[in-house]
């Protein structure tokens, strides 16, 4: 999302990540994905990856200019990494994974006030931050899977409201279509 939100010009490749190939692992050091190489450099995390691409792309910022604003999405950032992804992905892939159903409950529940959080944070607000940034696009990549829970009948959309309307939001952006 942020390359296409920059309008970069990139060679993007997809990776069986079941099968990950010799020349993947030598440019991923932790076998997962992104990665990206410049100038024979790899570089990994998806916040660091982001964060790289916000400063050497000067336009638009996907950051706020304020420093205290910048460390709210931070913080958010952290939160996608730390909670809202490993208990979206525990969630729904747990069973496939061959992980306990106490385990898959649990990540559920605390899926559920993760979103509650979210719901709150989004309340009057757009985006998390001052405006679409970062802290938006690290949660955007698990926008899918929430969406089959909700297929699922597992969850409900419609008790984060706001969460909502801010997925609906992010959905609609050329960037997150692109990156699809």
């Given at each position: 999302?942020?390359?296409?939100?920059?309008?970069?010009?990139?060679?993007?490749?997809?990776?069986?990540?079941?099968?990950?190939?010799?020349?993947?692992?030598?440019?991923?050091?932790?076998?997962?994905?992104?990665?990206?190489?410049?100038?024979?450099?790899?570089?990994?995390?998806?916040?660091?990856v982001?964060?790289?691409?916000?400063?050497?792309?000067?336009?638009?910022?996907?950051?706020?200019?304020?420093?205290?604003?910048?460390?709210?999405?931070?913080?958010?950032?952290?939160?996608?990494?730390?909670?809202?992804?490993?208990q979206?992905?525990?969630?729904?892939?747990?069973?496939?994974?061959?992980?306990?159903?106490?385990?898959?409950?649990?990540?559920?529940?605390?899926?559920?006030?993760?979103?509650?959080?979210?719901?709150?944070?989004?309340?009057?607000?757009?985006y998390?931050?001052?405006?679409?940034?970062?802290?938006?696009?690290?949660?955007?990549?698990?926008?899918?899977?929430?969406?089959?829970?909700?297929?699922?009948?597992?969850?409900?959309?419609?008790?984060?409201?706001?969460?909502?309307?801010?997925?609906?939001?992010?959905?609609?952006?050329?960037?997150?279509?692109?990156?699809?």
């Amino acid at each position: 999302m942020v390359l296409h939100e920059k309008g970069a010009d990139f060679e993007a490749s997809e990776v069986n990540l079941q099968n990950k190939s010799e020349e993947f692992l030598q440019a991923s050091p932790t076998g997962k994905v992104p990665v990206i190489l410049v100038d024979g450099d790899s570089l990994y995390e998806s916040n660091v990856v982001n964060q790289f691409l916000d400063e050497v792309y000067e336009s638009p910022k996907l950051l706020p200019e304020d420093p205290k604003a910048r460390a709210h999405a931070r913080i958010w950032m952290a939160q996608a990494d730390d909670n809202f992804y490993p208990q979206v992905f525990i969630t729904t892939m747990g069973r496939e994974r061959g992980f306990s159903e106490e385990r898959i409950s649990e990540a559920f529940e605390k899926l559920k006030g993760t979103l509650s959080r979210l719901d709150e944070r989004l309340g009057g607000r757009e985006y998390l931050a001052d405006g679409f940034s970062l802290a938006d696009i690290a949660h955007a990549g698990n926008f899918v899977r929430l969406h089959e829970l909700e297929e699922q009948g597992a969850l409900s959309l419609a008790d984060y409201p706001n969460v909502a309307s801010w997925m609906e939001r992010i959905e609609a952006r050329e960037s997150f279509e692109a990156a699809g």
